[in-house]
């Protein structure tokens, strides 16, 4: 029996315990008729049709989101991430399962969605202050800020339909987060921004989480899904394939966009299982609680590709050659990959690649052989050692190093062997600094 969903905003005297999202057996399907007459039998007579299909748009889903959590949604086209946030802000309506939602809510979904483009921007703003509860006093005390944060200038007094796909993200974001909003949904749209919009769209967005906002982020950006957010709900097609912090989250999309795409494209060469006597790594199980417990147990976030275990041996060592856990700032480093090139392997096209991380997963420095050297290895050993040297210009704090073995003959390069963990680290500082990196930067003062 179906259920109708619960959407509720939470009186003041509620606990503030409760969390600002919960859903529970969330499932969404959609008719799929064989043709336009049997979608005509189904208006006049629903119980007796029977030429349609049911397509699950979403299949049970469960999350609980906290109040100032920042939760991703992430997935492939398709998955179900916007319907589900179409649920949340009650413009769909659920099949089964319930949702509960406690406080005010501001979205920016698909574009196109909450303006009516024959009104003015002006009209608009006020239109959808109102809809999200706002006195026009309230508005009006606003749209000085909302103007000025949009910056389209005279186009404000404009009809929508005349923006621009970007002039129309402005406004709408501007409107979303001049609200006051208890909980901010933003599905996408800030891609069709510029790029300079987009970070101050998302400096924005960081300073709303400082206080205490609930936002629920979609986006295609792994690098800002690991920056801005603490965890992350993988949806695909319609399924909970994960859920859990942001940075073991996408590091298994990442890992199944990467197979995916290598199943989809032509092999450079056919190739070989690795040989015998190769210790082949096993594979890092999904539910990974995260990097600092990773750090801990000194176990990779994510290992895989083509041929586990041609890596043989991959850290970072000081000047004594040995693998420490701990460097000063201005230490040499050696970043070494010892590795066996699978058999039959196209070696003119192979890359040996490293990139340390911060425990969120951004890259912060990244080196491949392929930079220096497109022209593959040459040397037709059995095994065989990259090294990179550097001094060590990171601030205090911890990090971790990712390596791979890559194939560099397509635009992408294809993962022969990909470990994100392969070594973690700490950093420190003589004395206590700003930034993310230590760069000799040469200072004069004179008078002028």
């Known amino acids: 029996m179906y259920s109708e969903p619960v959407s509720t905003l939470v009186p003041a005297a509620q606990p503030a315990s409760d969390p600002a999202i919960r859903i529970e057996g969330l499932s969404k399907y959609f008719s799929v008729y064989h043709s336009p007459l049997e979608r005509l039998r189904h ?41 589900l946030l179409q649920i949340l802000c009650g413009t769909l309506r659920a099949t089964e399962g319930t949702i509960e939602v406690n406080g005010r809510i501001a979205a920016l979904l698909e574009l196109g969605a909450g303006f009516n483009t024959d009104f003015t921007g002006r009209e608009n703003v ?70 300079r919009f987009q970070a101050k769209c998302l400096n924005r967005i960081k300073a709303m989480k400082a206080t205490g906002v609930t936002i629920l982020f979609v986006s295609h950006d792994v690098g800002a899904v690991r920056s801005l957010c603490d965890n992350a709900l993988w949806l695909d097609k319609g399924n909970v394939r994960m859920l859990g912090d942001a940075f073991s989250v996408t590091a298994q999309y990442n890992q199944f966009l990467f197979e995916a ?56 060592f000081n000047s004594h050659g040995e693998r420490a856990s701990v460097y000063t700032d201005g230490e040499p480093l050696t970043v070494r990959i010892r590795f066996q090139p699978p058999v039959n392997a196209n070696r003119s096209t192979m890359s040996a690649a490293f990139s340390m991380k911060d425990l969120r997963g951004t890259d912060l420095i990244v080196s491949t052989t392929w930079d220096q050297n ?20 990171l601030n205090a704090g911890d990090y971790l190093l990712a390596v791979a073995l890559e194939d560099r003959s397509g635009v992408q390069p294809q993962y022969y062997e990909y470990i994100e963990g392969a070594h973690y680290f700490s950093s420190l500082t003589r004395t206590r600094q700003y930034g993310t990196f230590l760069a000799e930067v040469a200072q004069t003062i004179r008078a002028d």
């Open 374 to 393: 497109p022209s593959g290895f040459d040397a037709h050993a059995d095994t065989l050692v990259a090294e990179f040297r550097l001094p060590n210009h």
């Open 126 to 195: 006020y239109m959808n202050g109102a809809v999200l509860g706002l006195t026009r006093a309230q508005i009006d005390e606003r749209f000085a800020d909302i103007e000025a944060f949009a910056e389209i200038g005279d186009f404000m007094d404009q009809p929508v339909k005349t923006y621009s796909s970007g002039m129309y993200v402005r406004l709408a974001f501007s409107v979303a987060i001049h609200v006051d909003p208890q909980i901010l949904i933003v599905d996408e749209a800030l891609a069709v921004g510029d790029s």
């Open 261 to 316: 795409d290598e199943g989809a494209a032509a092999a450079p060469a056919p190739l070989s299982p690795p040989v015998d006597g190769e210790s082949a790594a096993p594979q890092v199980p999904a539910d990974i609680e995260d990097a600092q417990q990773a750090m801990r147990l000194h176990r990779p976030i994510n290992h895989w590709g083509s041929h586990v275990g041609s890596i043989l041996d991959a850290g970072i």
């Open 43 to 83: 208006i006049i007579s629903p119980a007796r049709t029977k030429g349609f299909d049911n397509f699950r748009a979403l299949n049970n889903i469960n999350l609980s989101v906290e109040r100032g959590e920042t939760c991703a949604i992430v997935g492939q086209n398709g998955s179900g991430k916007s319907t």
